[in-house]
């Protein structure tokens, strides 16, 4: 999925993915400790960003391209209006700035979700999104949190530890590679120099 939805296909090859890892976490909210969350919208009208902000969304008829991209491994269930990620269903496309509505998590213009244990969620970073207070008292938050991107664009810090990356196999540290287009695909004599004509040949 995020070779065919964040990654450059020039870029791409079998030794390599055509995409970067940005950061990985583990997000734990409970009840029990009082570390329950809180809500605080961000993000939207990705469309009409510029790539280099990493909040960017792409389309044209039929493909559709993401910039920064959120997929939320959750290991607990999710019950719906219980503290799962909230967004705003179309918000990555808008032309217009959010209503006042967006500061209340009630609102309707808010949608979520639930889930069982295992579930997979993935988003566009530019989409209006935000955590919510978590409020189940049958069972506690647990997600790992991966953002991926282009790469030829950073947001974040984050780097893995020198010895895991050293432990990974060849093509999963392409995902932690420079960041650059030029001359940065896996494989083959690695060039790239921006799609022309007679490169899009080979």
Known sequence: FM???VAHP?????????????????????TRTGE???????NGNGLFRFAIDSHHYQ???GKAYS????VVWELAPVQKGKGGTLVVSGSHKAAYAAPESI???NSPIWDTYECPAGSLIFFTEA??????????ETTDRVGIFNLYNTIGAKWSNWHPHPDLL????????????????AANRIGGNGRYHGANLSEMKK
């Open 166 to 181: 050293a432990s990974m196999p060849p093509k999963r540290q392409s995902l932690f590679r420079d960041v650059r287009c």
């Open 127 to 136: 989409i209006t999104h935000s955590a919510t207070p978590w409020t189940d």
């Open 103 to 105: 500061h209340d998590p």
């Open 59 to 61: 389309c044209i008829p």
């Open 67 to 70: 910039g920064l991209t959120r």
């Open 10 to 30: 020039h870029l791409a090859s079998p030794d390599g993915y055509g995409f970067r890892m940005e950061a990985s976490g583990i997000r734990f909210r409970s």
């Open 3 to 5: 070779n065919e939805f």
């Open 36 to 42: 329950v969350g809180g809500f605080r919208p961000h």
